[in-house]
């Protein structure tokens, strides 16, 4: 489905609630991801070795694979925190606690400092917008989110902060658990929270839950035609203004 501000057909019946995707919806991860590539390019001057440089890129190329293959896992009684690692250590034949040193680094600590001017435009506009019709906010990643809404100066302003590697959800997306999770914290339908997302998975995810969803400044390869997709926050906010 194509933007359409005149008619939000995924909307059903008031929204009482905003859960936000982190990564790629609360900033813009492309422009993240160019600093990042810069400081890993500098990475064999600074390490004075290019076998350990080439160990840590294979060790985040390996580990991101990694991730999109446990979204296929309909459950586990195994933490995915702990199984993410394990999973690399295998196939690099690395130590899991040296790989999870090299992610933490990497993946949840250096791109911190870039985050504030990667923030979306019309994100603070848009959070205010909903703050004034009362709605509940709140974020639900596959990532850890503290250290970035501290980052975006963002934390504030969440009243619900899930990752889906938290012990009582340790889902990832697509798989419904964490955004039924979040619904039972705020006590609502699914119906009545808006999932805010950029990616394909995000959508699925909320629609497996039986929320609506949006998508805004999609960034991950081919849109889905299926999803209801806004260029920019205002565009959202104008579409969704009579359900709020």
């Not at 629609?207 to 959202?236: Q, R």
Request: charged share 25%; with cysteine; aromatic share 10%.
């Amino acid at each position: 489905m194509q933007e359409n501000e005149e008619d939000v057909t995924l909307l059903t019946q008031s929204i009482r609630a905003a859960l936000f995707d982190v990564d790629g919806t609360l900033y813009n991860e492309n422009i993240l991801k160019y600093f990042m590539r810069l400081e890993l390019c500098t990475l064999p001057f600074r390490m004075n070795s290019l076998r350990a440089a080439y160990k840590v890129w294979r060790s985040l190329q390996c580990f991101r694979h990694i991730r999109e293959d446990l979204r296929k896992l309909e459950a586990t009684d195994n933490s995915l925190a702990v199984l993410q690692y394990i999973e690399v250590a295998r196939q690099t034949g690395e130590d899991p606690a040296q790989i999870e040193k090299v992610v933490n680094e990497w993946i949840y600590q250096r791109p911190l400092k870039y985050l504030r001017i990667c923030r979306r435009n019309g994100l603070n506009t848009f959070l205010a917008f909903l703050e004034s019709r009362g709605l509940r906010i709140g974020v639900l990643s596959d990532y850890p989110v503290v250290d970035k809404l501290v980052a975006l100066d963002l934390e504030g302003r969440m009243s619900l902060t899930l990752c889906s590697l938290d012990p009582a959800i340790n889902a990832f997306k697509p798989h419904p658990k964490g955004f039924l999770h979040a619904c039972e914290i705020w006590q609502l339908p699914p119906a009545q929270v808006l999932y805010i997302g950029d990616r394909p998975v995000d959508a699925l995810g909320a629609a497996n839950a039986g929320m609506p969803f949006a998508l805004v400044g999609v960034t991950h390869g081919k849109k889905d035609e299926d999803a209801l997709t806004f260029p920019s926050f205002a565009n959202l906010q104008r579409a969704i203004t009579p359900y709020c």
